[in-house]
Structure formats: structure tokens, C-alpha cells
């Protein structure tokens, strides 16, 4: 049975791919733009709350209790076992691995945050361990957190044949880690609070300059860099639309301390000058063409529409990819191409993790405290590692759209 969870998708307006140049007025393309990868504070609530009609997810009995927890942990009835290839032995490791690892938590809440605060909030109504986990695509995912008809509630479900494969049946510690990184889902789905309304952006859609990929391989270092500034003129944003580092500190290059701004924009026109830095040199430097090149592909093409620094407490990622799914497209330039434009989020006061692809590229400092030249490396692995897979799938249930604060 596939988990009822919404569709998470930035609510843009119908594009229909055959409409032809003259169809895009400047009024359209500027509403369209104004709200690329944002928005507004109804739909940042509609697009993840269960439909109205929306069931529970059904579980047997009454759960298993966990010692000072909220909670209770379900086995769920929605995915019949035989499906999944489980047998009745692994579905009650799979819970009871569950509570080891929770009870392993309650016992060092300070070590995590999250999960802490979620506790103080009272935000998880309920653990469901399922045998499969769909979201309402189809895709499998080991997590999902789902809103519930409960405001500030949400739903953590496990799959329990994504434990298995990954070996963390009976080994709690294991996966420890794994199931504590989860409640930065978990804190945001549940928060009620208001989101940031998005400023409008301009953008000229119809003199954006879009080459191949075979003509961008041709151009020189310098062509490069030139086509990069015509981007720029277009449709290209290196400033986060939300404001979200308005009055926020920021951090000297290679040192962690935050530093008060002497005026409210000077952290945004800071930052947006060093990615605007760290652009110019993935396309100036072939070295970025021949070890990323979808990344300096994907900045060049069309493909990329805003990089830029964000402040996003909620989230405990460093960078994140967002791609408008495949209904979403636009048409741009006067060869009418059909693309699912991209942003890339750099949250300024993160931390690289240790499985990031960039995390020996940070020595361990936040994100707003690397140079030019280390920004530059980050962008181009974080692209070129979840560019393709993203515009594939498009928005997921477990990667909603969360405002920056």
C-alpha cells in the first residue's frame, strides 16, 4: 500500500513545453521566476500536508513503549510482507533494533540536538516501521516524515527492508547516527511557524544565451567566463530571493567565529560576491571541465538557475541541490529548449558531514567561512554529484522546499 504523502513540488503554475517565444510576456516570466524554488506561506503548508481524505497509517495494537519516550513504535499493516521479501524474524528486528536505538538516544539526548528538541516540542506522534516505505511517486526511501492532521505532529515511517539491506538489523549502533540525523526532518516537517514570502526576480528568459554542451567544450577559458557574465544579465541569481542572511554574521575565510555585519545587507553583498567568485573560476579553469564536468556543463547550459548562500537552521545539510520535477520546465532562449531548472543552497553556517563529497575540501569549517577557490570545489562535487538524479526525480517527499529564516 503506498504511504499517502504529498507531492513535494514548488507550485509554479502550469508550463506547457510546446508554447512558443512570444507566449512568454515579461509579466509571465517574472511571476514564474519570482517564485522558482520558493514559496509562498499557504503553499509551503498545503504542498506537504497529508489530502484531506488522508488516512493514518494503520498499525497493529497499541505499539511498543520506549522507556521515557513520548512515543510509541508501530509495526504497520499498509505493506504486506510477503511483497517486501521479509520474513516475520526480520520485521521484529526490525523494531526491536528500532527502540534499542531510541533507548540508546533518551539516554544521551544532549548528543542530539534534534532529537532533543523534538522531544521538548512533543513533534513525533509516532514511529511506523513499514516492511517497504513508498512515497506517492513510487520511490522507496528508508525515511519519511509525514505530516499529520495534528498541527506540529508528524509521522517518522522506516522501512524495514532498507534496514535489513544495510545491515542494521540487531545493530543499534549502527544505526545511531543514521536515525539522529532524521529529526532535522522531523523538527522542520512538524514547524507551523510562518515562512519567508519570496522577493520578486526579473528574469529575461528569451535572451538567454543556451549552448550545447558540445559548443561549451569548444569555447575558450575566457568565452567561458564571458558567457557566464551574459548568464548573470539573464537569469542567473547568486542571491538568495528570501533575504534569509539579512542582519546575519558572517565568518573571516578559515576561521569559525562569527562576525556581527556593520550594516544589515553586508553579509548578503559579502557572500554574494564569493560565489560569484567560485563561478567564474569552475568556468575559467579547465580542470572543473575535465573532473566535474556536469558541473561546469550544468552552470553553462541553462541547467543551473540560482547558487547562493542561504540561512537555514532547520537543516543540518551544507549543500542541497533543488530541481524543479520534469512538469515544471521552462522554455528558455531562442532555441525554445526545455529545461528543469536547478538551485544550488549553500547553508552558510554548516559544516561539511563526512560522507559529503567536498568534506576533506572544508577542514572541518563552516560553509561561510571557505574561500573563492574551496567554494568553487564544493559547488562543482556538490552539481555534478546530484544534479542528474535530481532532475530525474525531481522534488521528493523527503526533500521539501523549507524556507530560509
Known amino acids: 500500500m503506498v504511504n499517502r504523502l504529498t507531492r513535494c513540488c514548488v507550485r509554479i503554475g502550469s508550463v506547457i513545453a510546446g508554447c512558443r517565444p512570444m507566449v512568454w510576456t515579461l509579466c509571465t516570466s517574472a ?38 519516550a513520548p512515543f510509541h513504535v508501530f509495526l504497520s499493516t499498509g505493506t504486506a510482507a510477503d511483497d517486501s521479501g521479509l520474513h516475520a524474524a526480520d520485521l521484529d528486528a526490525a523494531v526491536q533494533t528500532v527502540i534499542d536505538t531510541f533507548t540508546i538516544m533518551l539516554q544521551h539526548r544532549a548528543d542530539y540536538p534534534r532529537f532533543d528538541e523534538s ?16 512515497n506517492d511517486e513510487g520511490k522507496a526511501f528508508p525515511f519519511l516524515v509525514a505530516r499529520t492532521k495534528e498541527p506540529g505532529r508528524v509521522t517518522l515511517l522506516i522501512s524495514a527492508s532498507s534496514l535489513k539491506d544495510k545491515g542494521y538489523l540487531n545493530h543499534p549502533d549502527t544505526l545511531l547516527p543514521v536515525l539522529a540525523r532524521e529529526f532535522q526532518w522531523v523538527v522542520s516537517k512538524a514547524d ?40 548573470f544579465d539573464t537569469y542567473l541569481r547568486t542571491v538568495d530571493d528570501q533575504k534569509s542572511l539579512d542582519g546575519q554574521a558572517w565568518y ?88 528543469q531548472p536547478a538551485a544550488i543552497l549553500v547553508n552558510v553556517h554548516r559544516p561539511a558531514a563526512s560522507d559529503d563529497p567536498f568534506y576533506r575540501e572544508t577542514q572541518g569549517l563552516p560553509m561561510g567561512a571557505l574561500s573563492a577557490d574551496q567554494l568553487a570545489h564544493v559547488i562543482a562535487l556538490e552539481i555534478h554529484h546530484n544534479i542528474q538524479e535530481k532532475s530525474l526525480s525531481g522534488h521528493t517527499a523527503q526533500d521539501a522546499l523549507t524556507a530560509p529564516r
Open 119 to 134: 522531544l521538548a516540542k512533543q513533534a513525533l506522534k509516532q514511529v511506523v516501521i513499514e516492511p517497504v516505505v513508498i
Open 252 to 339: 573571516e575565510i578559515g576561521n569559525s567565529a562569527p562576525i556581527p555585519p556593520t550594516h544589515a545587507d553586508s553579509t548578503i553583498k559579502l557572500y554574494d560576491i564569493r560565489i560569484r567568485e567560485a563561478l567564474q573560476k569552475i568556468a575559467r579553469d579547465p580542470s572543473f571541465l575535465e573532473q566535474t564536468p556536469k558541473a561546469a556543463r550544468s552552470l553553462l547550459n541553462g541547467t543551473v538557475w540560482n547558487v547562493a548562500y542561504v540561512k537555514i537552521d532547520q537543516r543540518d545539510w551544507a549543500t542541497r541541490t533543488r530541481v524543479l520535477s520534469e512538469e515544471k520546465a521552462v522554455v528558455v532562449g531562442k532555441r525554445e529548449r526545455r529545461i
Open 192 to 231: 507551523t511557524a510562518p515562512k519567508a514570502k519570496a522577493v520578486a526576480v526579473e528574469r529575461n528568459l528569451q535572451k538567454a544565451p543556451i549552448l550545447t554542451d558540445e559548443e561549451i567544450a569548444g569555447l575558450s577559458a575566457e568565452e567561458r567566463v564571458r558567457l557566464l557574465q551574459q548568464l
Open 31 to 68: 511571476f514564474l521566476c519570482a517564485l522558482l524554488f520558493v514559496a509562498d506561506t499557504q503553499a509551503n503548508h498545503r504542498d506537504h500536508q497529508p489530502h484531506a481524505d488522508a488516512e493514518e497509517p494503520r498499525v497493529l495494537g497499541k505499539g511498543r513503549e520506549i522507556p521515557d
